[in-house]
């Protein structure tokens, strides 16, 4: 048909003008930057003091004891957080307390990403809660699953 068009989509507005009172952006002021210091020449005193005063152990290249500590690299995912933060405190724990896994789920849980990835996934990334989630799977299949033999089934 003839003479139909889509909707009119007005212009999208300018910024609006602040009003009255209202604050705006301001530029940095001249008082706040740092001064560029330009060279002295070789015949001011000046120059040859700041050529003394140099620490020679200063210039060198060895880093300093804050370069030196570095901080821990984080885990870049959560299934990494999750998969550190259980084998860390299922290592933390006593011999009787480690009774609480199975030494199967332990392993799996070291190894295979993928599982992990399970608990992850269920808790939308959210990692405490995942962790949370994994711990409370695995004392159940302690409880329940492991407690079954393959000739019990059968």
């Not at 007005?10 to 952006?25: F, I, L, N, Q, V």
């Not at 190894?111 to 004392?139: G, H, I, K, S, Y």
Request: glycine residues 2%; proline residues 12%; charged residues 30%.
């Amino acid at each position: 048909p003839k003479g139909r068009q889509g909707p009119v989509v007005p212009p999208k507005p300018t910024s609006p003008k602040p009003k009255d009172g209202a604050r705006t952006k301001k530029s940095p002021s001249p008082s706040g930057r740092k001064k560029k210091s330009l060279p002295a020449s070789p015949s001011s005193p000046s120059s040859s003091r700041s050529q003394t005063r140099q620490n020679p152990a200063s210039s060198s290249t060895k880093p300093s004891s804050k370069q030196l500590k570095k901080k821990p690299a984080k885990p870049a995912s959560p299934v990494e957080w999750v998969q550190k933060k259980f084998m860390t405190t299922y290592n933390a724990l006593s011999d009787k307390h480690k009774e609480r896994y199975h030494p199967s789920d332990v392993a799996r849980v070291e190894a295979e990403p993928d599982f992990v990835n399970r608990f992850v996934t269920a808790r939308n990334a959210q990692r405490t809660e995942a962790f949370a989630m994994l711990e409370q799977c695995l004392r159940w299949r302690k409880q329940f699953v492991h407690t079954l033999s393959d000739e019990s089934v059968s």
